[in-house]
């Protein structure tokens, strides 16, 4: 039996995958709401807190009488508490460096320095050490381990800076994080193109199945705004990146499961990390893999948590994209997007998802109730990139007036 510690976000799809394949799943976690009901019904969903840490998890093991096969990280917070609860139970698992170093940025950039992989430089500001700005304008100021963009910021002077420490030093609750670091990261802004890079390790080495595009929104923040996932070889800088990966899959030590590396490609044409992290990637990122370069990071996941193997490679040449519709000023939905039309004739349209209902309250300035719909394609690499960018320009989110119409 397979367990599957907090899913949320790609966890949750995860966890839904695993069911709909028919693998026996433990799955603790603090949020069972979130939850589909076919997991409910497929899966063993048992109740459990991060502050009740790893020992509430074996004895949970032991209460239920289960026999675990592997462990999986279900969402970026829960990496630590199940590499240690694979590790006591003997499982494949990280060690506990890497579980720390894949989840604390500035552990991870040291950890960079060490190996000799390109990073920002950076330092750490505590809330009583704020200062003047270490570094030359514009910097990135962001916390030290949250997840999901959340407070990322590009300060372009004193006071952008003194602001966007101040706002992680008193943020109040941090979304689904239950012991969230108030320490800001300041760090050299890379200019450049984006990428996220997508595998896993497993028994048979480590594995590269797409090379996905980021696009982000305008600055000072970096929401994601879209993604196009591109196999390797359909990519302009497969080889590069692929070597990039392997590179710091070895430095962080990842033996077993998924990677999910954010880079950028500076202006000597020479990768820079900006996060790497040891779990699936989220927004909607598995899905495309699976549509475009045709694997199954889902079964690949599971396969290396139970210490097997899972010899899948890509196996088209396509390209599956996503746009993200967000709001450009505040109010209340309409129901409708203007602009939309002409993509829903395209050969590579493949389906539109709304995430908002008519009503609900949007802000652009606020990562969690900014989207509206997502915008799928599948196809060239190079008509679908064309194609995500275009809806990110054209479409535009209706917002009802005071009256609500």
């Not at 394949?21 to 991060?50: K, M, N, Y």
């Not at 990039?244 to 990842?254: E, G, L, N, R």
């Not at 948590?305 to 899948?312: E, P, S, V």
Request: charged share 20%; glycine share 8%; hydrophobic share 45%.
């Amino acid at each position: 039996m397979l367990i599957v510690v907090q899913p949320l976000s790609a966890g949750i799809q995860l966890a839904n995958r695993l069911v709909t394949a028919g693998v026996p799943c433990l799955i603790p976690t603090q949020f069972p709401d979130l939850l589909p009901a076919e997991v409910h019904s497929g899966a063993r969903v048992v109740d459990w807190h991060p502050d009740h840490g790893v020992p509430a998890l074996l004895a949970l093991v032991e209460r239920l009488g289960v026999t675990p096969t592997g462990v999986i990280a279900g969402f970026e917070y829960a990496v630590g508490p199940a590499a240690e609860l694979a590790r006591a139970l003997g499982l494949p698992a990280l060690s506990q460096d890497t579980a720390e170093a894949v989840r604390q940025k500035d552990v991870m950039r040291e950890r960079c320095v060490k190996h000799g992989i390109a990073v920002p430089a950076s330092i750490t500001i505590p809330a009583d050490d704020v200062g003047e700005c270490p570094f030359a304008f514009p910097v990135v100021v962001k916390p030290a381990d949250w997840g999901g963009s959340l407070m990322v910021r590009l300060a372009r002077d004193a006071d952008e800076y003194q602001r966007a420490c101040a706002e992680i030093h008193r943020y109040g609750e941090v979304k689904f994080h239950h012991d969230p670091r108030r320490v800001a990261l300041v760090e050299e802004y890379v200019e450049g193109p984006e990428f996220s890079l997508e595998g896993w390790v497993d028994a048979a080495g480590v594995h590269l199945v797409s090379i996905t595009t980021k696009l982000v929104g305008a600055l000072p923040q970096f929401f994601e705004m879209g993604h196009i996932a591109t196999p390797p070889q359909s990519s302009p800088h497969g080889q590069l990146l692929h070597e990039f990966a392997a590179q710091v899959v070895a430095a962080f030590d990842i033996t077993v499961g998924p990677f999910h590396i954010e880079t950028r490609i500076a202006a000597d044409d020479r990768p820079v990390l900006i996060e790497v992290g040891a779990r699936l990637a989220g927004d909607c990122i598995p899905e495309l893999i699976m549509a475009g370069p045709g694997v199954d990071l889902y079964l690949a996941t599971a396969e290396a948590a139970r210490g097997g193997t899972y010899l899948d490679e890509p196996v088209s040449s396509v390209s599956a994209g996503v746009a993200f519709v967000t709001t450009d000023r505040p109010g209340a939905f309409a129901g409708s997007v203007s602009g939309i039309e002409p993509f829903l004739d395209v050969d590579e349209f493949d389906r539109i998802v709304f995430e908002a209902e008519r009503g609900v309250a949007l802000d652009p300035d606020d990562i969690f109730h900014n989207r509206v719909a997502q915008v799928y394609f599948v196809g060239d690499p190079g008509r679908v990139e064309n194609l995500v960018a275009a809806v990110l320009r054209d479409v535009r989110v209706d917002i009802s007036d005071k009256e609500g119409s």
